[in-house]
């Protein structure tokens, strides 16, 4: 089996890059960065804090998380409920952030991501599937662009999604996860050794989509 590691802060446009190139591939895509989100979800509905690793920790034994694809599409099932939408607000970002920088909800993710990659080939977009979930994937790549680039984009999508935010907090936002995300002791955001980097701030979708590929197929050539 095939597996393709890409990593990078939120924003990057890893989550559309990495779908649209697993489709063209064949492989399956997944994007970790959704289950993070999921156990943000149920550790806001449960009226627990997400960075209270404790409170956090005594809600695992009664989640149910469950992943499936319709047509293409990666859905996220909560206790058996469709939440692949309700995990994209703001509000849950921030949860999904606190979540994750606990051993234990790590832990419990490892080894769904690992059987995944196991059973198919698979690109699977987070932050340490290179350095920790995948550290023998056949392709690592960091992908990257401006906080100021990423945030725009984010505000775009929200915008269009009705959501009402302006620009600055959403930089604010990006920036105060880029840093979470960063500093954590599990776990943190860092480019693998052997990863290639691509930065898209200068690149339009369609330009970073064939960057990846490229990368992609000139590794698997090797
Ligand atoms: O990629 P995203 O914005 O959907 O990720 C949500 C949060 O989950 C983000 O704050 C970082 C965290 N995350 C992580 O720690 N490890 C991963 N492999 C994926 C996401």
Not at 53 to 78: C, H, S, T, W
Not at 101 to 110: D, E, I, K
Not at 172 to 177: C, I, L, N, Q, W
């Amino acid at each position: 089996m095939i597996s393709i590691a890409i990593d990078g802060p939120s924003g990057a446009g890893k989550s559309t890059i990495s779908r649209t190139v697993a489709g063209k591939l064949g492989y399956l895509y997944v994007d970790t960065g959704a289950l993070y989100r999921t156990i943000g979800l149920y550790v806001l509905r449960n009226g627990s804090d997400p960075k209270n690793e404790q409170q956090v920790e005594a809600l695992l034994p009664k989640l149910r998380i469950n992943m499936g694809y319709q047509d293409g599409v990666q859905q996220m099932f909560l206790q058996g409920e469709n939440v692949t939408d309700q995990i994209r607000t703001p509000e849950v970002s921030m949860a999904a952030s606190g979540v994750s920088a606990h051993s234990c909800v790590r832990t419990y993710l490892l080894d769904l991501q690992r059987r995944l990659a196991r059973e198919n080939n698979v690109i699977m977009d987070g932050r340490d599937i290179g350095t920790v979930v995948l550290p023998d994937a056949d392709v690592k790549i960091f992908l990257t662009a401006s906080s100021a680039v990423r945030a725009k984009r984010r505000f775009d999508e929200l915008i269009a999604k009705g959501q009402d935010i302006t620009y600055e907090k959403v930089l604010e936002d990006v920036e105060k996860r880029d840093y979470a995300d960063s500093h954590r002791a599990i776990s943190p955001l860092k480019q693998a050794e052997d990863a290639v980097v691509a930065d898209t701030s200068r690149m339009d979708f369609e330009e970073s989509v064939a960057l990846i590929q490229k990368i992609i197929a000139d590794h698997l050539k090797k």
